[in-house]
């Protein structure tokens, strides 16, 4: 079975400043797809970015973008120019073979003004 | 837009009741899933669906049971409810094709089980 292991539990940077949130998975499949969700207090999971594992070139979705090490089985995202909205959890999650969607134990983002 | 709606956002039981928890979407999804979230436990998968009576136990499948006689509904069945029970239960959609697509969250139910 996969495993999606995010390693901070919370974090907390200034408005304006750029973040990084780490997420390591383990998997024996070599197709797959890899995504960040967001949580605000609202509870409403949103999609934030994708992956495609046999795609090399790191997904980008406005400020957000992700670093994709497949070698490693390593799945950053970095928000750039980080705003008070993008305060919320953060889920990274993983989807191959015959185990559905696996979810990270989730990271709080706080942004500060 | 896609909708899915789960049927209570709050939710109060008793120990021992039979719970329903209903889930439904319009998107003509064929993957449904069910998950509970706790704090520091992140969303831990407990039955998933890829299709119209097919069911799949995820990682915590114990106590639960699932129902998928349409494909728009994907029901979460708490056959005597417990304590341990407690927690935010969120359903989830998505088309098919090994999660090519992103998957579409419900509001969520809070369970308290009392």
């Known amino acids: 079975a996969q495993t999606v292991t995010q390693s901070q539990p919370e974090m907390s940077v200034q408005e304006a400043e750029t973040v990084t949130l780490s997420c390591t998975y383990d998997t024996s499949e070599s197709n797959y797809y890899l995504f960040w969700y967001k949580q605000p207090p609202s509870r409403q999971m949103i999609l934030v970015i994708r992956q495609e594992a046999y795609k090399q070139q790191n997904a980008t979705e406005n400020r957000f973008s992700v670093n994709f090490q497949k070698a490693a089985k390593s799945f950053s995202l970095k928000i750039s120019d980080s705003q008070l909205g993008d305060t919320a959890m953060y889920f990274c999650?993983?989807?191959?073979?015959?185990?559905?969607?696996?979810f990270g134990k989730g990271t709080h983002l706080i942004i500060q003004p | 837009d896609v909708k899915v709606t789960q049927s209570s956002r709050y939710l109060v039981k008793r120990t021992g009741e039979k719970v329903f928890l209903e889930c439904v979407q319009d998107?003509?999804?064929?993957?449904m899933f069910w998950y509970r979230q706790d704090p520091g436990l992140g969303l831990r998968l407990i039955y998933f669906s890829y299709d119209v009576k097919m069911k799949e136990k995820g990682d915590i499948p114990e106590g639960y049971s699932v129902s998928r006689e349409k494909k728009e509904r994907f029901s979460l069945i708490l056959e005597s409810a417990s304590t341990n029970q407690t927690s935010m239960y969120l359903c989830a959609s998505s088309l098919p094709g090994q999660g090519s697509t992103e998957a579409f969250f419900g509001q969520g139910t809070r369970l308290t089980v009392v």
């Open positions: 998107m003509d999804h064929e993957n």
């Open positions: 999650a993983f989807f191959g073979g015959a185990d559905g969607l696996t």
